[in-house]
Structures are given as structure tokens and as C-alpha cells.
């Protein structure tokens, strides 16, 4: 098979980007590939528009399902995006055969499990690299760069938006909505952005990660998430003096007994991380993936992690990989989940009550006496040990915000805390809680 046609659905920001590339740097890749990769075809719900791309000599369908089904198209990229129609139009495209790359990290996490299935049923492959960390090659690299390891841990900022607003919000004391905006215009943001600053598409990105990690089944449904929205810029000035840096993280972890993995951890929620590590230095839309190995120690891959060039870099690595072993070979591919198939198993999710973290309260007071020693007090009861605690200078009388870092406890430990401190009557508001972690990186 000397080349490979494909065709793509979508001409969004990443599929007008991925038609660029297969496009202008079709001389490089048949250099790489000793084969011819060739866009013949695209569907798009709008085809009345300027693409700013010569097209001419590719067929355009305004109906995605038509293309699915074109005896002329070997390899379907698939970057409309959401659950559906997307999954009716992949699910269509590898029963006809075809294989699939596709940059969509809510139907892997939603729906992964039943396309991997049907895809080796029909002997064609998924590719899905650009669903995580943009153009990041994460998913390759714990799939294969890092397979002789037992993962000991998985961080990753996997939110361009969410990274780019934090960034703004810290380093321009930019308004939350003028940022958001500005993500949009930027093609950062997902069709919905309640799925960037909510945290939903990072917890797609972290299951899909931890279920690679861990061989696990994707449990996209049991990730603990929390957003963004509730950060002001009040709390990222606050915990910058304390030496800290919000970031929105996914962590995942496993648990068990002697080597083997029964649990997996998986949250996502704004982190304060120390202004000294790697990780908290990753700003605007890049992302970061942390991952840990028993034999490679730590490992930080950084990259971009959305926007029209990046995302469609990674969509096509997949489409060279596959290319590469095609006709006949897609068993010479490494598993797409990193597993065999057969040793996948459907791990427990660990649950959030018994996660061990560090923690960062911002409590509203009354400034009278006696307040701040029940608070502390209540802490004590529950064996919640302080790392630091900090009021400013203030007119009495006010209402006034204390912050508190706390050593390691588990989230059912606080919590129960929590609902006493915020009984008490002296504290006004709802607290804040957010989650610290030290990295060794
Ligand atoms: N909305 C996503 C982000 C796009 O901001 O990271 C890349 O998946």
C-alpha cells in the first residue's frame, strides 16, 4: 500500500489544521513514511465558506455519514468532537472498516472501551494522541516510552484554557470572562467551555491517562472533579505569598498491596503546587504530563496543549503510525490502551474520602476573640496538624480571611472538619478548599 487516503470530519480549527498539514508537508512525511499520505476527502456542516486552504481535488460532503462509508477513504480522522454524532460517525467508519484517528478526548473517555472492541473485531486501529495534552506525545510515551515501568503516579495540567486564564489571572490581574473570551477566539476552548473551566475535559484526559497507566478500564463517570470558577484572584495572590501557584490539576495514583494495583486514584481540581517545581513554571496554553516510573524515576513532558497546529501535529503521528503498518499490520501497533486487551480489568476507583492530600483553607471570619482557637481547635479534633496560618492587618470588627495549610489528612477527615468549622457562627461564607501536593520534580 503505497498511499493512504484520508479523509477528515470536520473542518474546525484542528481539522482545517490537520488538512494543512497533510497538504504542505506531504513531501516530508513520504520521506518519513516511504509512503504517500493523501487527503481525498472532507465533510463539513458548512461547506459555503473560505477554508484559506486549496482544496481543490478533495471531494467535500455535507454529510459526515456519506463519508464514513466512501470506498475511496482508507482512514477516517474524526475531529467534530463531543459524543454525538461523533460516535455514530467512528463506530460507522471502523465497521466499514476504515481505521480512525481522532482527537477526541470525550468519546475516548465516554465510549473508548466499546470502540476498541469493535475496532480489533474489525482488525483497524484507533488512534487518539492528540485527545491528550495537545501536542504533546504523553499517551506514546506512557504507552510505549515508559512501558517497562509500573506507574507510580500520573500528573498532568491537561487544560489549555484553564492554564492560559490561571496564567492571566496571575500575571495580568486580567478578568476570569475576558480571558475565557480570549481562549475562545484562540480555538482553546471546547464548543461548551463549562467542560474547560469545570474541569470535565480534564477528567476525560485523566481517565484515559490513568486507564493507560494503570490497566485499568476507562471510569470516566468516577473521576472526583472539581473547576476553576471558584479561584479568584484574591486566593492566586494569597497562595503566591505562601510560595504556591494554582494550577488545574489531574492526579492519579495507584493502590494496592505487594505490587499489585487494586485501586486507582483520580481527581481533578485546582492544586496549589510549590513556585519551585517544573510544573507550576508550565503557563499560557501549554500542558505539562507528569509521569513516574519504579524504574525511570520522574519524567515531565511540556508542549501545547490546544490550538489549531499543535492538536492537528499529534492527530497526524497517529495517522503516520498507522500508515506505516498498513496493509496488513496494525498488530505490529502497540495496543492502543498499552495492555493486551485481555489484561485490562475493571480496577475500583479509590474513593475520594479516603484520599490523602494536604490542604489550603481560606476561611471568613469575624476578627473577634476566641475565633481563630475554635477554628484550630475543631482541626486538633480531628488530628489535622498545621503547616501554616496567616491573617492580615485589618480594621476589627471585619470580616476577614484566614488562610490555613494543613499537613497530609484524608478528604473524609477534613471534610468532617469542615462541616463543623463552617457551623461555627463567627464564620461567614462558604470556605474554600483547595488541595496541595509536593512533587520530587
Ligand atoms: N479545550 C481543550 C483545552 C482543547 O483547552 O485544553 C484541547 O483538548
Redesign the pocket.
Known amino acids: 500500500m503505497k498511499e493512504v487516503r484520508v479523509g477528515i470530519l470536520g473542518l474546525g480549527t484542528v481539522g482545517l489544521g490537520v488538512a494543512r498539514i497533510l497538504i504542505e508537508q506531504q513531501a516530508l512525511m513520504a520521506k518519513r513514511l516511504g509512503k504517500t499520505l493523501k487527503l481525498v476527502a472532507a465533510a463539513d456542516r458548512d461547506l459555503n465558506r473560505d477554508f484559506g486552504l486549496d482544496l481543490s481535488g478533495v471531494t467535500l460532503y455535507d454529510d459526515a455519514a456519506a463519508l464514513v462509508v466512501a470506498d475511496d477513504v482508507d482512514l477516517v480522522v474524526e475531529l467534530i468532537g463531543g459524543y454525538e454524532p461523533a460516535r455514530t460517525f467512528v463506530a460507522s467508519a471502523l465497521e466499514h472498516g476504515k481505521h480512525v484517528v481522532t482527537?477526541n478526548?470525550a468519546l475516548i473517555a465516554k465510549h473508548g472501551e466499546e470502540l476498541f472492541k469493535q475496532a480489533a473485531d474489525k482488525g483497524v486501529s484507533i488512534g487518539f494522541e492528540?485527545?491528550?495534552?495537545?501536542g504533546i506525545p504523553c499517551l506514546k510515551a506512557l504507552r510505549e516510552g515508559v512501558a517497562a515501568n509500573n506507574i507510580q503516579s500520573v500528573y498532568g495540567i491537561?487544560?489549555?484554557?484553564?492554564?492560559?486564564i490561571l496564567t492571566k489571572m496571575e500575571n495580568e490581574g486580567a478578568d476570569y470572562a475576558d480571558v475565557l473570551k480570549e481562549?475562545q477566539e484562540l480555538?482553546?476552548?471546547?464548543a461548551d467551555?463549562t467542560?474547560?473551566v469545570e474541569g470535565i475535559?480534564?477528567a476525560h484526559?485523566l481517565s484515559i491517562l490513568a486507564a493507560m497507566a494503570f490497566g485499568s478500564h476507562i471510569k470516566f463517570d468516577e473521576v472526583f472533579t472539581e473547576g476553576i470558577s471558584k479561584i479568584g484572584a484574591a486566593d492566586i495572590e494569597a497562595v503566591h505569598e505562601l510560595g504556591y501557584r494554582i494550577k488545574l490539576l489531574g492526579i492519579a495514583k495507584p493502590h494496592g498491596e505487594n505490587g499489585e494495583v487494586t485501586q486507582v486514584e483520580m481527581r481533578v481540581h485546582p492544586t496549589l503546587v510549590p513556585l519551585t517545581t517544573q510544573i507550576a513554571q508550565v503557563s499560557d496554553?501549554y500542558?505539562a504530563v507528569m509521569l513516574s516510573g519504579d524504574f525511570v524515576e520522574h519524567t515531565v513532558y511540556i508542549g501545547r496543549?490546544?490550538?489549531e497546529r499543535p492538536?492537528a501535529s499529534a492527530v497526524v503521528a497517529d495517522i503516520m503510525d498507522i500508515t506505516r503498518v498498513l496493509p496488513n499490520g496494525v498488530e505490529f501497533l502497540a495496543p492502543p490502551m498499552g495492555y493486551v486487551a485481555s489484561e485490562r480489568q475493571a480496577l475500583e476507583t479509590l474513593p475520594m474520602a479516603d484520599v490523602q492530600s494536604e490542604y489550603y483553607l481560606r476561611i471568613m471570619v469575624k476578627d473577634k476573640p476566641g475565633v481563630i482557637a475554635s477554628v484550630t481547635s475543631i482541626l486538633a479534633d480531628h488530628q489535622i496538624s498545621l503547616e501554616a496560618m496567616q491573617q492580615k492587618e485589618h480594621d476589627t470588627g471585619e470580616v476577614v480571611p484566614v488562610m490555613i495549610l494543613t499537613h497530609e489528612t484524608t478528604e473524609g477527615n477534613l471534610q468532617a472538619a469542615m462541616s463543623r468549622i463552617t457551623a461555627l457562627a463567627a464564620v461567614e461564607d462558604e470556605v474554600l478548599i483547595l488541595r496541595k501536593e509536593s512533587f520530587a520534580a
Do not use: H, I, R
Open positions: 482527537a478526548k492528540a485527545a491528550v495534552g495537545g491537561l487544560n489549555g484554557t484553564c492554564n492560559f481562549a480555538g482553546y476552548a471546547e467551555p467542560f474547560d475535559d480534564t484526559k496554553s500542558n496543549g490546544a490550538g492538536t
